[in-house]
């Protein structure tokens, strides 16, 4: 059964760091590409980031670009989110999800939620 | 960048009806469009992709037509289950994923 399981949500200061982290298991983790995609409260869903199964491919929206970094260690099947510089508009679930081979999001992480306030 | 626009942002129906929600694309996307379902508190779940395939365990009520910019999600008899919000998805553009701004379904 595929399971990912998203960590590192917390409560930060306006200007702080949070790094998440996505325990995946039940399938062949270096095989995919895995994203980041991120929902505020009561809110839609936002993509926020993507890496291939190699970290060869890696993209970001412009909202969080050069301020988040995306990476994976295939060893370990996790994937991570630094999350540097971090306003108040970054509040949200960040849920990490699974490229499929057909390009879609097959799976997902039950979510970990990030709360940017002083 | 690709924007996706979905209608209507709130819809109200009653178990059975026919529920159409459409998605509109910017530019053209040829058939890269998901869809997906999200019930309050739970992570999205897949439900059409490439525009009119069905997600393997999704119930043949869903289905999904359309291509280059406009598509649309139809439930042929809505059920107490499928109350819920509704998002497309492009993938046209790798580089950059964008959703729509979704479509709740609400119990009339």
């Known amino acids: 059964e595929v399971q990912l399981v998203e960590s590192g949500g917390g409560l930060v200061k306006p200007g702080g760091s949070l790094r998440l982290s996505c325990a995946a298991s039940?399938?062949?983790?270096?095989?995919?590409?895995m994203n980041w995609v991120r929902q505020a409260p009561g809110k839609g869903l936002e993509w926020v980031s993507s890496?291939?199964?190699?970290?060869?491919?890696?993209y970001y929206a412009d909202s969080v670009k050069g301020r988040f970094t995306i990476s994976r260690d295939n060893a370990k099947n996790s994937l991570y989110l630094q999350m540097n510089s971090l306003r108040a508009e970054d509040t949200a679930v960040y849920y990490c999800?699974?490229?499929?081979?057909?390009?879609?999001?097959?799976?997902w992480g039950q979510g970990t939620l990030v709360t940017v306030s002083s | 960048d690709i924007q996706m626009t979905q209608s209507p942002s709130t819809l109200s129906a009653s178990v059975g009806d026919r529920v159409t929600i459409t998605c509109r694309a910017s530019?053209?996307?040829?058939?890269?469009l998901a869809w997906y379902q999200q019930k309050p508190g739970k992570a999205p779940k897949l439900l059409i992709y490439?525009?009119?395939s069905l997600e393997s365990g999704v119930p043949s009520r869903f289905s999904g037509s359309g291509s280059g910019t406009e598509f649309t999600l139809t439930i042929s008899s809505l059920q107490p289950d499928d109350f819920a919000t509704y998002y497309c998805?492009?993938?046209?553009?790798?580089?950059?994923?964008?959703f729509g701004g979704g479509t709740k379904v609400e119990i009339k």
């Open positions: 890496i291939s199964s190699s970290s060869s491919y890696i």
């Open positions: 530019q053209s996307i040829s058939s890269w």
């Open positions: 998805q492009q993938y046209n553009s790798y580089s950059f994923l964008t």
């Open positions: 490439k525009a009119s």
């Open positions: 039940g399938f062949t983790f270096s095989s995919y590409s």
């Open positions: 999800a699974r490229d499929s081979t057909t390009g879609t999001l097959d799976y």
